[in-house]
Each structure stands twice: as C-alpha cells, then as structure tokens.
C-alpha cells in the first residue's frame, strides 16, 4: 500500500469560497446554504432612441416588479463588455460570384482586423434564501391542505420558487426581451447518447474567470463547485487563473438619480463586467433600519448639552434636519409599499494578463464613473471580498450598509442596453444557424443587420434624394447573396445597379430602351388554368387602360380567345387580337400590338425575358412612356416573378416605389405582395424618396404593419411640417426624428423595428464602393467601355482604375 496522506491537501481552497452545490431543476441551481438561484438574458430598448419619458416608463414598470420583492430575495443584474470580432464563417456563406465574394471578405477583413469593437451582454440573476423550516411549519399546517402537508420541504420550497420567477419573468417581459437560461441536452447522431449543458452554469464560470464556453454537466449534477477549478491569488493585486484582477467599487451616490444615469459605462470600448447586486428587505425590516437612521440625523439637529438641559444656545444643524425630512419621507414610502428597500452594491470586475495596462483600464473606469457624479474607487484590501461578492448567488461577501429603494435601483441598474442585432438570420425559412444579412459598425459596438423579424422581411427605406438610398440597396442585394440558392430581383431606376448586376454575373434589362431591347409575349404561357385567369386578367387591364368599360361580354370574349390560343401555337399579343370577335377590343388593343407604339416591347413572338438568380430592371426609360405603357409590362414581370419564387431566399427590390404607389394596381399588388410573399421565403425591399406620396398612397397603415423593419436616410427635414406628421405615422417619437435629423447623409443609416434601433455606419470599404456606390454617367460609360474591352474580367481592370491594389488577387480571378 502507498501511503498517500502525505499528497493530499486538506487546506481550504478556491471552490471552498464558491456558494454553488447542484443543479435540482432546469436552469436551477442550489446554493451551499440552501438557497435557490435562476438567470435569465434580456435586452433593454435602446436608450440612445428612447425620450425621456420613455425611460421613465420602463424605471416604473421595473420598480413596480421589484417592489414585490422582499426578505430573502437578491437580484444581480450583470452588464457584459466583451471584444467582438465574429463575422459570418466562410463555410456558412455561399456566395456564387467573385465580386460579391470579394465585398464580403474586405468587410470580414475590416471588422476581424479592426480592434476596439466590443459588445455587451446582460443578464439577470435571481436568488431566494427561503426561512428556516420551523418558521413557516405552523403555517403550512394551518392554511394547507393534506397533499401540501405530506409535501416534503424540499419540493415545497422549490415549486415556490419556480412560481415566483415564472411570475416576475411575465411582468418583466412586458418591459424588456428576456429569455431564460436553460439546461439543454445535446443528442450524439452517432451513439444516441445524450450531454447535458446548463446555460446558468456557463454564465456563472464566465463570471468567474471570463471564458464563455459550455460545459457538459455530470451524469448527477451536484458538487457544482469542483467543476469551476481555477487559481486563485489574494492579496491587494489578486489574481485568477494567471491572470490579474482589479475591481472598481462605487460607493458614492448623487443626490438624485434618473433613469440610465450610468449608460455612459455600457459604451466603454474596453472588457469589464458591471456587477449590480441588491439584498432586499421587507417594508417592516426596511421600517426599522431607517428609523435607526432618522434617531442618529434627529441627535444631531441641536447639541446634546441643549438637549440635556432643555436650553437654545446655538443654532440647529440644518444639514441633520434635512436629512431627518428625507429619511421620514423614505419610512413613509417603506409604508407604502410601492417601493422596496435593500442592499444595492455595484462593482465593475476587469481582468488582463498585464498589471500595468489592466490599472490604466481600472483608472478609467474610476474617472468616467466619477464624471457621473458617483464616488468610485480601485479596491485593494476589500479587492477579494468585493470580488466574490460580486459572483452570482453570493449574498454574504461585500454588502454595502446604505439602503436605497427600487426606484432609484431601477435607475441604476444598466437595462437600456445597444442594440446589437441577431447573430443568426431570424427567418425560420433559412438554413439553421444561417449567417445575419451583413455586418456593419456604429461606434464601439458593431451591428449585424437583419431585414426579417421572424419569417418577414418586408423592409421600408426611405429619405431625401442624395442621401445614400442607392448605395444602401446596392449593398443590401450584395449581401444577400451570402444565402444558398438565393434570388434577386430588382426594379431600378437611374442604372445605380448596374455595376453590381454586371459583375456580379446577373441580368440587367433595360425595359423600353428602343430597338434592338428586350421584348415580351406575355401570352406565352397558358398551360394551367391560373395562367389562362391571369393572361385574361392582364388582357382586361390592358382594354381599360385605353378607357374601356370592361363588360361581362368583354370577358367572355377575352377568356373565350385565351382558351382557343391555349390550343394553337401562336400565343402573340397580334394573335389574340387577329382572333377576339369584338371590335372594341380589337382596337383597344392597337395600341400594344406591332402596328403601335408599344408593339416592339409587347408583341413579340417569342419571349426574351430569361430570369436567373440576379437580375436587374431598368425602368427609367419605361416610365417615360406613360401610365398606359407602364402599367402592362411591370403586371407581367410581377407575373413572372412570382412564378419564380418556390421557397428558395427571394428579394424583391422596388427603387423608386413612389411611382407604383401612385397608381392604384400597384398598390393592390404591393399590399398583396406584402401579405402573401412571405410565405414563399421572399422579401419586398421598398425604397422611396418621395414622402409625401408614401403618405397619401392609401395604404400607409399595411406599409407599417407589413413592413416591421424601417430604414431611414438622414433627412435634414425631417422635423418640419408635413414631414414630421410621416414619421410618426410610422411610430418614430422625438429622439428617434432628432436622430434622422442628424446623421450625416451618405454615411449614416438609421433602422428600426420590433428587435430594436439602431443608427449605424456601412463602412465602405474601396472593393465594395467600386460596385456599390458608383452611378455617375462618366462611371458607367467607362465599365461599358471596360467590358467591352476585356470581357468577363472587367471587374479587375475596374478596381485597378479605382486605385485598388492586387484585383486579381482579390477577386482569385486566374
């Protein structure tokens, strides 16, 4: 036998000052002194976008949550700052070409290079230390029933818990976007078997030593403390895990607080964690201790010798008095009920390899938390206790004696939080894990860009002329080749498109361009029963176009002929007219046959419009023409499009909607569109300059409803009359017009929808404004020149005319 005593360590170690001993529920920890602790992720609206009055809305309804708190319940409410440099896996995207491959992977470049973006992540931990069995035994045997008294206390503890923070989740949902951490199980495909990870344990060993990743759970998950080994060094510069730790305390308030009043650390570019804890106390505990308080200010008000001997021989401390009136007004509120007092300890935890650079970071910390008007220091003997107070469930370690209520703690603590935006495409329609739309920057804190919000991605964009509309979609459509199979199709005007189009392999038409254009038989197809309905509907519109009142005998003779050149081998708009019985028609149709102005587009033999996976229509030229040549061809490329869409990603981009708003079939068509296209995984990009012709379309309230992502251009107008009133038809408030009014066009972008707002930066690299942000006359007539010259590899000969170095390299063109 080998003695083994001698190895063994009995000594006290770091897992002995961890308060965590099992996992008895999903996401439900149990604490070594019987306490029970759940956690939660949640997101605050954006504060940068909310009017005062919306703040102090949200500190309501989150003091009258917490004020149904009391003894034995501690929430920690911990703001996150993390470094930030995740973009889109290359494997996740598909991107078909090498020019949209090349925008992305300069964008990838910029943010994984660039440093000093960082993200924060917030969450909520809530604890309850039930009473001693004894104290609630007589109860239970008076107000219960015979199964609640055979109950053990164990269980019954715990379903009271379980009812507790399930109600306290339901009120704070209605304040901010919550989600519960969860025990998950994860199923090996190969061996069935099952490992179990639990997010609250994830969240608490990251709180300890900064790494966030999870960890499989025992088959019997208790002992939880052993699975957090680390290091650990006291002492006035301590140390965890090899790495040092400073911890800044605040422990100085202002005379007032305001809702948000600390946002300013939530914007830090630096690595920290903000750690708010408050102990709760019931209205009579709380009664007591600020009693004590109002008898120590009310011995001070005079000296004690006039108190002694009943006399007036100086003047009263006015300071003491003032405090004797603000503590019985803080009894009075305890009384009320409508507030909660406790315990509220606020420390901010930083971690870095390096001392001296770690006490730079704590500095400035200290001085920005100063600058607030809060006291703020870098703790040295207090810095183990502050930081094991710190770490979630810890009720004992650092307890600050000033009480404060909710109401201030509800200000305090960070819920506004910076939108960051989905890490994963949020349409259900994608591929699992699918990668966002596009990154894009906003400060220190990056934004990944989303048009869907579940399984709907009809987006609105508008602003003035000049502001960077075309750019913006542009980009919006390089990006979304990202997604397998994805399609494209666009509706453009000023040939902004064009270059992207062109390199990016896809189709650009220019409808009406004069001879030798793209020309259409709409009739073409007739071999199903909704291609005869919509060929005579088409035809229908096109007599009333000529100012013809459709009759029940105009439609008999229309569906009569489309039913006969179903049969027959010539399907030309002529055909149809060489065949219909009725002279009405015949002659309404002249106009769109070979023998009229609009023959050479409409009546052609066979059709020439061949539809890929990116393709672009130039309109500018149709829309010259008239109403009464508009309206037909844009009805059949609507038609032909929506033949396309089987479920594959789809966007329709429509620049310049306001001229198809303005016409009621266009209308009909885009309320249609908006409602019915999501189902077939396609969204509808409405982009407009005009907002006045948005306002007075008709169909404002289903372009809110149906469109839940909002894109603004910086409009310097956005105030005036006439304007404003348009905005906040679409539920835009103050600030969020202020900040329209600000941006800096061609720069600045602002979106909004239900998962928040957010006023963002495109961050152009030179590859990506070679094609998206290029639409002069002199632009364009140079790429024609380019392509003609050199084919398909004008792209390179492109970006070297852009002062962009190694093309062919960029573009892996051989």
């Not at 491959?101 to 470049?109: F, G, L, N, S, V």
């Not at 770690?358 to 001085?367: C, I």
Request: with cysteine; aromatic share 10%.
């Amino acid at each position: 036998m080998v003695a083994l005593k001698q190895f063994r360590n009995s000594k006290p170690s770091f897992s002995d000052l961890l308060p965590y001993a099992g996992l008895v529920a999903d996401g439900i920890i149990l604490l070594k002194d019987g306490s029970l602790m759940a956690g939660w992720y949640f997101a605050g609206p954006d504060s940068e976008s909310s009017t005062n009055v919306e703040r102090n809305e949200v500190s309501r309804q989150i003091n009258a949550v917490l004020s149904r708190l009391g003894t034995g319940w501690m929430i920690q409410v911990e703001a996150v700052r993390v470094p930030t440099t995740a973009y889109p896996a290359r494997d996740a995207c598909h991107f078909p070409d090498p020019v949209t491959r090349a925008i992305d992977e300069e964008r990838r470049a910029h943010f994984e290079a660039e440093r000093g973006h960082y993200e924060s992540l917030h969450a909520l931990i809530l604890t309850y230390r039930p009473p001693e069995p004894r104290r609630s035994a007589m109860a239970r045997y008076v107000y219960s029933d015979e199964a609640s008294r055979s109950e053990t206390y164990a269980n019954r503890v715990l379903n009271s818990f379980q009812t507790s923070i399930r109600e306290v989740e339901q009120y704070l949902g209605n304040v901010l976007s919550i989600r519960r951490m969860v025990t998950r199980t994860v199923i090996d495909p190969e061996t069935g078997s099952g490992a179990r990870y639990d997010e609250l344990f994830q969240f608490i060993r990251f709180c300890i030593l900064g790494e966030n990743y999870p960890v499989r759970l025992p088959a019997i998950p208790m002992y939880l403390d052993w699975l957090v080994t680390a290091e650990f060094h006291h002492g006035l510069s301590p140390m965890v895990d090899g790495r040092y730790l400073a911890v800044v305390g605040i422990d100085g308030f202002p005379a007032e607080s305001f809702p948000g009043i600390l946002n300013s650390l939530d914007l830090m570019p630096l690595t920290y964690r903000w750690s708010s804890r408050f102990l709760f106390l019931d209205d009579q505990e709380a009664r007591q201790k600020l009693e004590r308080t109002r008898k120590k200010w009310q011995q001070k008000v005079r000296p004690f010798f006039d108190q002694l001997f009943q006399t007036q021989t100086s003047s009263v401390d006015q300071d003491a008095m003032t405090m004797v009136a603000e503590t019985e007004d803080a009894i009075a509120a305890a009384s009320s009920q409508l507030v909660a007092y406790g315990y509220y300890t606020p420390v901010i935890i930083m971690f870095d390899t390096d001392e001296a650079r770690l006490r730079d970071q704590a500095e400035a910390v200290r001085r920005l938390i100063q600058a607030e008007g809060f006291g703020a220091r870098i703790e040295t003997l207090n810095a183990t206790e502050a930081y094991l107070g710190s770490l979630p469930g810890n009720t004992y370690a650092n307890i600050r004696e000033p009480l404060i209520n909710t109401s201030n703690l509800a200000d305090l603590i960070p819920v506004n939080s910076v939108w960051a935006g989905s890490a994963v495409a949020p349409c259900p329609f994608y591929p699992p894990n699918a990668p966002p739309l596009m990154q894009v920057a906003s400060g220190s804190s990056p934004f990944r860009l989303n048009l869907h919000v579940d399984d709907v991605g009809h987006t609105l964009i508008f602003g003035p002329t000049g502001s960077g509309k075309s750019t913006l979609l542009a980009l919006i459509a390089a990006q979304f080749r990202r997604y397998e199979a994805a399609q494209i199709f666009s509706f453009d005007k000023g040939k902004s498109l064009y270059p992207l189009t062109k390199a990016a392999g896809g189709d650009h038409y220019e409808i009406g361009a004069g001879e030798g254009a793209l020309a259409f038989c709409p009739l073409a197809e007739l071999s199903t029963d909704g291609d005869r309905a919509w060929a005579a509907e088409w035809v229908e519109t096109l007599v009333s176009m000529q100012g013809v009142t459709i009759t029940p005998d105009h439609r008999n003779a229309i569906a009569r002929q489309i039913a006969l050149m179903a049969e027959a081998r010539g399907r030309s708009l002529s055909d149809f007219v060489s065949g219909v019985q009725m002279r009405e028609i015949k002659t309404a149709l002249h106009h769109y046959t070979v023998d009229g102005p609009m023959g050479q587009l409409l009546d052609a033999e066979q059709d020439g419009l061949t539809l890929g996976m990116f393709q672009t229509f130039e309109v500018e030229e149709l829309m010259n023409m008239g109403e009464r040549n508009l309206v037909p061809v844009l009805l059949y490329l609507f038609r032909r499009i929506e033949k396309r869409l089987t479920g594959k990603p789809s966007l329709i981009i429509l620049d310049e909607a306001w001229l198809m708003l303005g016409h009621a079939t266009f209308r009909d068509k885009i309320r249609e569109w908006l409602k019915v296209l999501r189902k077939a995984n396609c969204a509808v990009v409405l982009a407009t300059q005009s907002i006045s012709d948005a306002e007075k379309s008709g169909i404002i309230d289903v372009l809110k409803e149906s469109c839940p992502t909002k894109i603004c251009l910086p409009n310097g107008a956005a105030r005036e009359s006439g304007t404003r009133e348009f905005y906040e038809r679409i539920g835009f408030n103050e600030r969020q017009i202020e900040i329209v009014t600000t941006a800096i066009p061609k720069r600045e972008y602002y979106v909004a929808s239900p998962e928040g707002r957010r006023l963002f930066d495109m961050t152009l690299g030179p590859v990506a404004l070679a094609f998206v942000g290029v639409s002069g006359r002199q632009d364009l007539k140079h790429i024609n020149e380019l392509s003609q010259q050199h084919g398909p590899e004008w792209p390179m000969h492109w970006l070297r005319t852009r002062g962009v170095d190694n093309a062919k390299r960029i573009l892996s063109i051989n």
